[in-house]
């Protein structure tokens, strides 16, 4: 074991401290989900999920013929008090039109019901495959504590889907990379979520995922403009040119973000000089998750890299994206529980596991965003763990050297 481990005896987070911490958890979210689900019907006729429905308004557009309204807030607005007459203004649509072909069945169901319809089998699927990473029946607790899928279902995003995504997608790259592919590529619902994959895939070699994703971006993007006509790509784009906007100018809000630019926009900085610190991390981050997958060849570390660096890259994270944090979290942790820790790895992930709950207190009754923080450390057990690894290959090879008759 390296110097820096630690000894699991000295510890202080036991098996019996973790499952007294995550069952408490698991009472205090489902009393305040309760709370807040009372709260949202009574007053809008919903309970919990207010951006859910503008999913289940752009879908009741589409199922009307008429998808490309879904890219004009007052089309929303209008869907929404037609049949949530005391919702108040609900978020602007501005996905890709692939995730309006996915979500387009789900105004067959009155709002609420098609709520706790996508949330609950989301949720799960999402759940099942930390579960297979982490088969231990002590797991359980943490992976239903995990704040990442409460607050996703407190906001009804889509957070549990996209997130499902990348760790099947990862479970997959070694004995089926065509469908690792095809995962990768059904990510284009949210492509700022999907935009280091193909760094990744690349300098790893992984060229048949790479072009399965390739291939399922083009017809996933095609079917959708069969479906809906090429007027929606135009559309589309002028919806992502007002949602950057919104982003800047502080429509959208920055407390419930986890971006380097949100966090300096917090801070007064003006947008440009955000923009500039943002892309200068985007810059060094892209470089870490290349160099990272380049020279390790442990999925945990890969998948802690490119979810790190993935949040480090693009402006547009919101804290309810970070459920994905549960994925390098599992991956490494079962991988660690069976070879070992280094020193403040289990701290750092244990904050990142309560970032989601945390950065949206900081965020809201302190006006901090302290995300880039969190995903910077997280690059840092990947950087180091790959240092480590790469050591070991070195020594190896030299020992190899020193005896050539063994």
């Not at 994905?324 to 244990?350: H, K, N, Q, Y």
Request: with cysteine; aromatic share 12%.
């Amino acid at each position: 074991m390296d110097a820096l481990a630690t000894s699991p005896a000295r510890h202080w987070l036991t098996l019996r401290r973790l499952n007294v911490y995550c069952g408490t958890l698991i009472v205090v979210f489902t009393i305040y989900r309760l709370y807040t689900a009372w709260l949202g019907w009574r007053l809008y006729g919903q309970p919990n999920g207010l951006d859910f429905v503008t999913f289940w308004a752009a879908s009741r557009l589409t199922l009307e013929g008429t998808p490309l309204k879904a890219y004009s807030q007052v089309a929303i607005t209008h869907a929404v008090q037609r049949a949530l007459p005391h919702m108040s203004v609900p978020g602007a649509w501005s996905y890709p039109p692939n995730f309006l072909l996915l979500v387009e069945p789900l105004s067959l169901l009155p709002c609420p019901i098609a709520y706790l319809v996508f949330i609950i089998l989301t949720s799960a699927v999402f759940v099942l495959l930390l579960r297979r990473v982490l088969p231990m029946s002590q797991a359980w607790l943490a992976i239903l504590a995990f704040p990442g899928i409460w607050l996703n279902a407190g906001f009804g995003q889509n957070g549990c889907l996209t997130a499902a995504l990348a760790l099947a997608a990862f479970l997959l790259l070694k004995k089926r990379p065509v469908l690792a592919g095809v995962c990768v590529g059904m990510l284009s619902i949210k492509p700022h979520l999907a935009i280091l994959f193909p760094v990744a895939l690349a300098c790893a070699g992984m060229w048949t995922t790479f072009i399965a994703a390739a291939a399922t971006v083009v017809l996933f993007t095609g079917a959708s403009i069969a479906m809906f006509g090429m007027a929606v790509l135009p559309a589309f784009l002028h919806g992502l040119s007002d949602a950057n906007s919104y982003l800047s100018n502080g429509r959208l809000p920055w407390q419930e973000t986890a971006s380097l630019f949100t966090a300096l926009r917090e801070l007064h900085v003006a947008a440009l000089p955000a923009y500039v610190a943002q892309a200068c991390l985007a810059i060094a981050a892209t470089g870490t998750v290349a160099w990272v997958w380049l020279r390790s060849r442990e999925l945990d570390v890969r998948a802690m890299a490119l979810v790190a660096g993935t949040f480090m890259v693009s402006p547009y994270i919101y804290n309810y994206d970070t459920v994905w944090l549960g994925v390098p979290i599992a991956l490494f942790t079962a991988r660690a529980l069976r070879e070992g820790w280094l020193r403040w790895e289990r701290e750092l992930l244990c904050v990142a596991w309560l970032y989601p709950t945390l950065g949206s207190i900081t965020g809201n009754l302190l006006n901090v965003g302290f995300g880039p923080l969190v995903f910077m450390a997280l690059m840092f057990v990947a950087v180091r763990r790959t240092r480590q690894e790469v050591s070991a290959a070195v020594t190896n090879r030299s020992l190899v050297g020193m005896n050539p008759g063994s």
